[in-house]
């Protein structure tokens, strides 16, 4: 079975109760994802998938070019393929439908209707809504992988920041998680992951005190997630990857709205502020000392 999905790393980790309903629907068949390169590669093994593909291989290109025919060495092995992608494109359709003697079904990538888009997901396959949970499976080369020691972390003894997102009116200020981790680093260690779109954040968190991780393969920060006693992040792909890894968290949400986008770990906590530069400093410390308090 084949699931093939555009999405980014936020949208694929709400897909995760779609591909376990999936599971469930064809007992005993292998799931294979295509997706973009770096998601397709961490999905194996943790997301339900046993193999997977990009989405930016010479197949889907001759998909778009109507040359169904000759996509048919990939997409003919496969027995049933749910597509999420150009669910719209009518060529595109008739085309994966030559390249393939697969039973096909198109889904839109962004299904309407209210609430948690993993519910749309699961709405848009015909799979009632409950359970909502999002978690994924990490392998013990990811823990080992993670290093925590060489970054002077202690498991349980951490918090780890994610200042960055895909837009910046979506982030909580730079400086604010500075001053975030200064308040905290006195009570425990403090960890602040940047991504290759927050390099230039580097010199606002170096005084800080705090464990500056960058460079990171998606199997890395998941486990050092995991290893956190708290995270605090933005609506971002990388906040979802901290919530599916297990680790109680805060969300920060501006424009966008909580009830379709939150992350679905057991324990995470959502604070909103629109503007999200209006939101408080004491609400978060106040939060984030709570969830401490709790464990």
């Known amino acids: ?24 629907r064809h007992r005993g068949a292998a799931i294979e994802l295509m997706a973009r390169g770096e998601l397709a590669r961490f999905a194996i093994g943790r997301m339900r998938v046993a193999a997977a593909h990009s989405i930016d291989r010479r197949e889907v290109m001759l998909l778009f070019a109507e040359a169904g025919a000759d996509a048919r060495t990939f997409f003919g092995g496969f027995q049933r393929i749910y597509s999420f992608f150009a669910a719209g494109n009518r060529s595109f359709r008739h085309a994966l439908a030559i390249a393939s003697n697969a039973e096909l079904s198109f889904h839109p990538f962004r299904p309407e209707g209210p609430g948690h888009v993993a519910a749309a997901y699961l709405d848009a396959l015909g799979e009632p809504a409950a359970p909502l949970e999002c978690r994924i499976d990490l392998l013990p080369e990811d823990f080992a992988g993670a290093r925590l020691s060489e970054h002077g972390l202690m498991a349980g003894r951490f918090v780890l920041l994610l200042p960055g997102s895909g ?13 975030l981790a200064r308040q905290l680093q006195s009570r425990l260690g403090v960890a602040i992951a940047l991504g290759p779109a927050e390099a230039a954040l580097h010199s606002c968190f170096a005084a800080t005190g ?6 990171l393969e998606l199997n890395e920060l998941a486990a050092i997630a995991a290893s956190a006693a708290l995270f605090v992040g933005n609506n971002s792909g990388v906040s979802h990857l901290a919530a599916a890894a297990g680790a109680p968290g805060i969300a920060l949400f501006g424009p966008t709205d909580p009830a379709r986008w939150r992350p679905l770990g057991k324990s995470v906590r959502v604070l909103q502020s629109t503007p999200l530069a209006a939101l408080d400093m004491g ?3 106040d939060a984030a000392l709570r969830i401490l308090r709790s464990q």
């Open 1 to 24: 079975m084949l699931v093939i999905f555009p999405g980014a790393l936020g949208d694929l980790i709400c897909l995760l109760p779609a591909l376990e309903a999936l599971e469930r």
């Open 167 to 179: 837009s910046a009116e979506k982030n909580w200020p730079a400086a604010n998680f500075a001053e």
């Open 210 to 215: 705090g464990a500056i991780l960058s460079g």
């Open 283 to 285: 609400r978060v410390v």
